[in-house]
C-alpha cells in the first residue's frame, strides 16, 4: 500500500496531478468498495451507508479535492477529470483490485469517467444520479449553473457544530437527510475556526467552481466505452437529476440496468442510507 499517514492522521494518497487526497477506511470485509461523494460533502456522509455493507464488503471513501481533508487542485482546476483522478489514486495507493464502485452524483459522473480514463479498474459500478449531462459534445463550463450560485449565498460560518445542524435540519434539502447522515456531513465537513466557531471545509467558492464544471466533462461522449456492469438509479422524488436523463445516459451504456429508489431524491443515499445500501447490495451480488 502507497498510503501514508501519521498513525492518528486520515491516511491520504496522491494523484497523478500532485493532490493529496483524504481516504477514509470504513471498515468490513470481503471484496473492496469504493464510494464517492457529490458535490459540497466529503467522505464520511458515507458512513451511515457502509455499515449496512460492512458484512459483505470492505468500505473505503474519500474526500474529493477541494473537500473535507483534501487539497485544492493546482490553480484551482476543478475540471472533473481532476475527480476521476482522485478515485483513481485511492485504488492505486491502497493497492485494490477490480474494485466495486459507488458514486453519487458528482460523484458518479468521476467513477464513470475513472473507468474510461483506465478501462478495466473496476467490476462494477452503481451510479447514483450521476451528473452525466446528455450533450454530444460537452457545452462547457457554466458560470450561471444555479447549483453555482446557490453555494456562493450558503452561509459559511456558524458559532458551532450544533448550530450548523440544527439550520441544516430546519430546512430543505437537508431537513429530509437521515440525522445520521446529517450528524456526519457537519461533525467533518466543518473546521474549526481560529477567530472561534466553525467554518464549511469546503467553502461556497470552490464548490461553485465544481457546479461550474459539470458541463464541460466528456463522460456523456464516452459511455459506450465503459464495459463493466452499470446501476443508474435515481430517487422517486428527483427532478433535475431524474428518470428522463438517466434514460439518456442508459441507453449509452452497453451492460446497465436502471432503478428508482423510493421515497428518496437527489440526496437518496443520505436521506435513506438503508434503502440505497440494500440497492447496491442487490446489484452488486446479482453482477460479480
Not at 464488503?57 to 490553480?75: N, T, W
Request: proline share 8%; net charge negative.
Amino acid at each position: 500500500m502507497n498510503a501514508s499517514a501519521p498513525a492518528d492522521a486520515v491516511p491520504r494518497v496522491t494523484t497523478t496531478d500532485g493532490v493529496d487526497i483524504a481516504v477514509h477506511d470504513l471498515g468490513g470485509r470481503g471484496r473492496p468498495l469504493v464510494l464517492a461523494h457529490a458535490t459540497g460533502l466529503h467522505g464520511l456522509v458515507w458512513q451511515p451507508l457502509a455499515a449496512e455493507l460492512i458484512d459483505d464488503f470492505r468500505c473505503f471513501s474519500l474526500d474529493a479535492r477541494g473537500h473535507g481533508d483534501s487539497d485544492l487542485p493546482v490553480d484551482l482546476d476543478f475540471a472533473w477529470s481532476g475527480l476521476a483522478l482522485d478515485i483513481l489514486a485511492v485504488i492505486d495507493g491502497f493497492g485494490l483490485e477490480r474494485p466495486l464502485g459507488v458514486g453519487h452524483s458528482s460523484g458518479g459522473a468521476a467513477m464513470l469517467l475513472a473507468e474510461q480514463d483506465r478501462p478495466g479498474t473496476f467490476a462494477a459500478l452503481y451510479c447514483f444520479e450521476p451528473t452525466v449531462l446528455a450533450a454530444d459534445p460537452p457545452l462547457g463550463r457554466d458560470p450561471d449553473n444555479w447549483m453555482a450560485m446557490g453555494a456562493r449565498r450558503r452561509r459559511e460560518r456558524f458559532t458551532s457544530r450544533q448550530e450548523a445542524y440544527d439550520n441544516y435540519a430546519s430546512k430543505p434539502p437537508f431537513s429530509d437527510v437521515a440525522p445520521a447522515a446529517l450528524r456526519a456531513y457537519v461533525d467533518h465537513g466543518f473546521a474549526d475556526h481560529p477567530d472561534g466557531g466553525v467554518e464549511l471545509a469546503c467553502r461556497g467558492e470552490h464548490e461553485a467552481m465544481v457546479h461550474e464544471m459539470a458541463s464541460a466533462h466528456d463522460a456523456f461522449l464516452h459511455l459506450g466505452e465503459v464495459r463493466c456492469p452499470v446501476m443508474l438509479a435515481s430517487g422517486e422524488g428527483t427532478e433535475a437529476f431524474g428518470p428522463e436523463l438517466i434514460k439518456g445516459q442508459a441507453e449509452r451504456l452497453p451492460d446497465v440496468r436502471t432503478e428508482v429508489v423510493p421515497g428518496v431524491s437527489h440526496l437518496g443515499p443520505l436521506e435513506d442510507p438503508p434503502a440505497v445500501a440494500a440497492s447496491v447490495r442487490r446489484f452488486f451480488t446479482g453482477v460479480v
